[in-house]
């Protein structure tokens, strides 16, 4: 029996342990009068606990509340256990304020003020009580973006106005103003320091303010080869202001092509056969590019094409880009096109340029025709160049790019002199509508403006880049217009299909010729360990003619980054 009885006692000790374990506490509010409980009331608090230091924190942040809302006389009367399992909270919150009157002194700027929406007419600020804590936030936040990272505001000197207004003064302490002393880079130190000075915008002796450099380091995203790791960083001392950034160097140099050569049973001599596109970029750690692209097909034209940018020269704002085109057409003619251009960078998205073009065609035939003849032509043109990249999607890394140029200059030959303008677009916008689906629209347009034109001046289109289900470069006009449109839907990250329809309208006044060109298929993308991998399966047409398989053209590609 002794043992029966201490189980007995043992378990209803448990039951007790459990019973206090698992009882709620409970809070009632009440304010003074009828009146002030219900206000308490309409403004809310939790009434159910499990402990008594969350009841106590409740009781603290219901009378900040109160103070918030305009009750700012609110006095806490008192705290009592009522019950075991219940408490109540006594107030008293008095008389409610609407608004408070702060005049204006030289310790805050106008501009700031008038951000806020509440300076009058008579640049005092008139702040809803309910707004105060947020303003004077929103205005120590500016102050910092100024270059004083560790002021305060305080309202002092509070006084009555009415029985709803009050009156202060806003007192700020530590106005000393912070500059930034020295830049130290993490990751990529042998990021070109013109970038930051002239790309970024940042350099020492500019007053600090952290919201704008970590504004402008999101411009690091628009560089294809680099990126940010991480946000900028301070280290604040006495007397110094050291800016940390973290920056790591992206894989950017990219092949692509196929190269075939054989002896020409005609001439004996070694001729290439195939396409080579190679894009070196920042290997020097200056942020130049070269890009060289050389082109030879069953048409017998040969492409060669060579790219030179160099930004910011000798530490200015000004980049320098140098092209050399030699395109040679069978045995008809050679031309041979150089150009020279000065770019100034206006932010990461924009750039402008204007340069000089200088052109030289010499027909090989050397026969009499009006149509291909030897000529030279230079051209002044101007620049304009917008592009946003998306680069967290690695299958389509640029998602708007607009680029527009024009020219005009004079056309030399057998003696006549020939006034000429161009004007030429190429842009193109990804609409992502969702994680998977998305449409791709380019428009691509060139116009020479001309009295008189000579087939081996003509602009050539057609093809992968141009309208496609027709030959490279087999199609002349001096006005076209080329619309290409894709539905793109991605398997995955590293796989997408797409559709291809194409669109194009051109005129050949020395061929008195205007047509419409349509171009169909599908394609697709693959990212293997490689590189990306491309297929295209088209057939073009012009407006009256009928589809034929058989003038279907495939078109691969496996583009690789280093």
């Not at 942040?61 to 075991?84: A, H």
């Not at 085109?325 to 206006?346: C, E, G, H, M, P």
């Not at 065609?361 to 026969?367: C, E, G, I, K, N």
């Amino acid at each position: 029996m002794p043992k029966i009885k201490h189980l007995f006692i043992a378990l209803l000790f448990l039951m007790c342990i459990t019973y206090s374990n698992g009882q709620n506490l409970n809070l009632t509010c009440i304010g003074s009068s009828e009146n002030e409980t219900e206000t308490i009331d309409s403004i809310g608090y939790k009434k159910t606990f499990q402990d008594y230091s969350s009841i106590a924190a409740e009781v603290a942040e219901l009378k900040k509340k109160l103070i918030r809302v305009g009750f700012i006389e609110t006095e806490q009367l008192s705290f009592t256990k009522q019950t075991d399992s219940s408490y109540l909270a006594h107030f008293s919150i008095k008389n409610k304020y609407e608004s408070i009157t702060i005049s204006h002194n030289d310790l805050v700027s106008l501009p700031i003020l008038k951000l806020t929406g509440f300076l009058d007419k008579k640049n005092d600020l008139i702040i809803p009580i309910e707004h105060v804590e947020s303003t004077l936030s929103f205005i120590n936040t500016q102050m910092a973006n100024q270059g004083n990272p560790f002021s305060s505001l305080i309202v002092t000197d509070i006084e009555k106005m009415d029985t709803k207004n009050l009156k202060g003064s806003l007192t700020v302490s530590k106005l000393n103003s912070r500059t930034i002393d020295k830049l130290v880079l993490k990751g990529y130190e042998k990021f070109p320091k013109s970038f930051i000075k002239r790309y970024l915008k940042i350099k020492t002796g500019q007053t600090f303010s952290l919201d704008k450099i970590k504004q402008k380091t999101r411009a690091f995203n628009d560089l294809p080869f680099a990126n940010q790791k991480r946000d900028p960083e301070v280290l604040f001392s006495q007397d110094s202001t050291i800016l940390y950034m973290y920056i790591e160097k992206s894989r950017s140099n990219t092949f692509d092509g196929f190269l075939g050569f054989g002896t020409n049973e005609t001439t004996n001599k070694i001729e290439f056969d195939g396409y080579l596109d190679l894009n070196l970029t920042n290997n020097l750690n200056y942020g130049e590019s070269l890009k060289l692209l050389y082109k030879s097909d069953e048409s017998e034209q040969q492409t060669f094409d060579l790219r030179l940018k160099a930004p910011y020269i000798f530490n200015t704002p000004v980049g320098i880009d140098l092209n050399l085109n030699i395109f040679k057409r069978d045995s008809s003619f050679v031309t041979v096109t150089q150009a020279a251009k000065l770019n100034y960078q206006i932010n990461s998205k924009h750039v402008i340029s204007g340069g000089i073009s200088s052109v030289q065609s010499t027909d090989l035939l050397d026969l009499p025709s009006a149509l291909i003849t030897d000529f030279t032509s230079n051209q002044y043109f101007i620049n304009y160049t917008f592009t946003e990249r998306q680069n967290y999607n690695l299958l389509f890394p640029v998602n708007f790019l607009f680029d527009i140029s024009t020219g005009f200059g004079n056309r030399t030959y057998e003696n006549i002199d020939e006034k000429q303008s161009n004007f030429y677009i190429n842009t193109f916008k990804i609409f992502n509508l969702n994680d998977k689906n998305s449409i791709y629209g380019r428009i691509s347009s060139n116009y020479l403006i001309s009295d008189t034109y000579l087939e081996n001046e003509l602009p050539r289109f057609g093809g992968i880049n141009s309208i496609r289900g027709f030959e490279e470069n087999s199609l002349i006009a001096n006005l076209y217009a080329v619309l290409n449109t894709e539905y793109r839907y991605k398997l995955n990250n590293s796989i997408y299909v797409h559709s291809v329809i194409d669109a194009a309208y051109f005129e050949n006044q020395l061929a008195n010729q205007k047509e419409k060109l349509f171009g169909f298929g599908f394609g697709f993308g693959l990212i293997t360990k490689a590189g990306l991998f491309r297929f295209n399966y088209t057939s073009g047409k012009t407006e009256n003619q009928k589809f034929k398989l058989s003038d279907s053209k495939i078109h691969l590609s496996l583009t690789t980054t280093f």
